[in-house]
């Protein structure tokens, strides 16, 4: 093989396997927000905040406690989970489009009510997180951050990509298996399906929203350590990982968890070609390409669920 050719293949090789490691860790961040606007029609923008809350969460479990960053998931991932459910269930509800028309209220202040009620709690999170641990990046430290597989000579690929991957693909089997299998997981399908008719069929649709808000902030308590793993972090973060999870989500369809993952790849994918070829400041512009041409194309996502 001619060895322009072999470099040539080489590089498009290590971009697109660099590039579905990247979708891997965006569609992490993505999940809890595709999740949330799938059964709640709920776009929250506190999430980015949950993901960065996550982060010092795990930074102050690991001052106290020298063990790996990946074993304070286990105290992550629940206190994320009563986070969720407690917001959903003891505020958010009582100001759902559904409770709003109940109340006799339009429905517009139905819709907006909720995204104000998160824009506040964007701001409550960071100030607090400012007040607690100053405005001085962290970075949660680990021993694989500099770590790499070697597939061949030259394909090399980062050992916390690729477990941010394995991490990414397990979160959506899970999740997938859950909706499926399980009766709690039917009952969120027929609320997100139809949020009138299900109670009439015996499900509590607010406890349901409460249990699909809760396993959303826990995905994006996975996903907030393992963001404090791969780069720094600050209170004011929040806004960075929201857009994010709202290209992948745009990408791969709102509401659609299967989107999240493949938006995720398409959108990783995507930048690393462009900085490989372009230099680094294209990865930014190539990634609002690619949404920019879903939303002319496909406007719903290329995942939408038919409604």
Avoid: C
């Avoid at 322009?4 to 396997?17: C, S």
């Avoid at 960065?52 to 795990?58: C, G």
């Avoid at 479990?61 to 629940?78: E, G, R, Y």
């Avoid at 930048?271 to 390409?289: H, K, M, R």
């Amino acid at each position: 093989m001619n060895e322009d050719l072999y470099w040539t293949f080489i590089d498009i090789a290590n971009g697109l396997l660099s590039g579905v490691m990247l979708g891997g860790y965006y569609a992490i961040i993505a999940i809890g927000l595709a999740l949330t606007f799938g059964v709640m029609r709920l776009v929250n923008l506190a999430h980015g905040d949950m993901l960065v809350l996550a982060a010092y969460l795990a930074v102050l479990v690991l001052q106290f406690v020298p063990i790996s960053p990946f074993i304070t998931l286990a105290l992550v991932i629940p206190v994320m989970f009563g986070v969720g459910y407690a917001l959903q269930r003891f505020l958010l509800n009582a100001i759902s489009v559904q409770s709003m028309e109940r109340k006799g209220m339009s429905a517009g202040f139905g819709l907006m009510s909720p995204i104000l009620v998160t824009f506040g709690l964007s701001i409550v999170i960071a100030h607090a997180l400012l007040g607690g641990f100053a405005s001085d990046a962290r970075i949660i430290r680990n021993a694989l951050s500099y770590s790499a597989v070697r597939l061949t000579e030259d394909l090399n690929l980062s050992t916390l990509r690729l477990i941010f991957f394995v991490i990414a693909v397990a979160i959506l089997v899970a999740l997938h298996l859950f909706l499926r299998r399980t009766h709690a997981g039917r009952a969120i399908r027929a609320s997100a399906d139809d949020a009138e008719i299900a109670p009439l069929m015996g499900i509590a649709t607010p406890k349901i929203n409460a249990l699909a808000s809760g396993i959303a902030i826990a995905i994006a308590g996975v996903a907030g350590v393992m963001v404090g793993m791969s780069r720094t972090f600050q209170p004011f973060d929040g806004p960075v990982f929201l857009l994010v999870a709202f290209g992948v989500v745009i990408v791969g369809g709102l509401g659609s968890i299967v989107g999240s993952l493949v938006g995720g790849v398409l959108l990783g994918i995507t930048q690393v070609l462009a900085g490989t070829y372009f230099g680094p400041s294209a990865q930014l512009v190539a990634g609002y390409i690619l949404i920019l041409f879903v939303l002319a194309v496909r406007p719903q996502g290329l995942f939408a669920r038919r409604r």
